[in-house]
């Protein structure tokens, strides 16, 4: 039962391009969500959060928005840039068991020079 | 600066051994969590602690034991490494519920099983 789900394993955009990445969840009681990236051999960090009261949330580079009705968030990297190349991981905290972390399977991007 | 430390980075270890991977936080986190890492299944949770002395089953437990007898501190256990299990393990903690879901990674531990 995968409740958060990243349909696409890779991505691949030119740099200087938007990247967008995707995430679908089937849980209507995830009321926050969190998106970490993780490069080769380095444990995953936080990139940037959106609670449910909110359909957009900017942080530089990066942009979230979260369409409840659809269960459906993605995140916006405008420009890209090869340091961008990373695996991106969607995450929503379990309804019922505080603390937990619900992860998709990530999305692999390359950005190209 | 928050930190979480793994024992080792990169480990091999041979079928039936016996495996202690280590990892300690800073911060002064109720939570503490196992994580294995593997291509196309993303982050699966193996076990976590809300508490000294507390533990839960993730959702693949199997293989595994773990122990946190101090808050700072918890060990991941394979009681007898298969070659299955080679993965990259991460540790994670977070101070959990409220506003603060965010968990912080250790570097992770690359386990290789022969």
């Known amino acids: 039962d995968q409740q958060v789900k990243q349909n696409s394993p890779s991505l691949s955009v030119q740099e200087g391009r938007i990247s967008i990445l995707n995430c679908d969840y089937t849980n209507s009681m995830f009321d926050y969500f969190l998106w970490y990236k993780k490069y080769p051999a380095e444990g995953p960090t936080f990139l940037i959060s959106i609670s449910s009261i909110k359909d957009k949330n900017e942080d530089g580079r990066f942009t979230v928005f979260l369409n409840k009705s659809a269960k459906h968030l993605s995140l916006h990297i405008v420009p890209s840039q090869p340091g961008d190349s990373a695996v991106y991981f969607c995450?929503?905290?379990?309804?019922?068991?505080?603390?937990?972390?619900?992860f998709g399977q990530g999305t692999e991007l390359s950005v190209k020079p | 600066d928050v930190k979480v430390t793994q024992s080792s980075r990169y480990l091999v270890k041979r079928t039936g051994e016996k495996v202690f991977l280590e990892c300690v936080q800073d911060?002064?986190?109720?939570?503490m969590f196992w994580y294995r890492q593997d291509p196309g299944l993303g982050l699966r949770l193996i076990y976590f602690?809300?508490?000294?002395?507390?533990?839960e089953k993730g959702d693949i437990p199997e293989g595994y034991s773990v122990s946190r007898e101090k808050k700072e501190r918890f060990s991941l256990i394979l009681e007898s490494a298969s070659t299955n299990q080679t993965s990259m393990y991460l540790c994670?903690?977070?101070?959990?519920?409220?506003?603060?879901?965010?968990?912080?990674f250790g570097p992770g531990t690359r386990l290789t099983v022969t």
């Open positions: 995450a929503a905290p379990s309804y019922n068991q505080g603390g937990k972390l619900i």
């Open positions: 911060m002064d986190h109720e939570n």
């Open positions: 994670a903690s977070g101070a959990g519920g409220g506003s603060s879901y965010e968990q912080y």
């Open positions: 602690s809300y508490d000294v002395k507390m533990k």
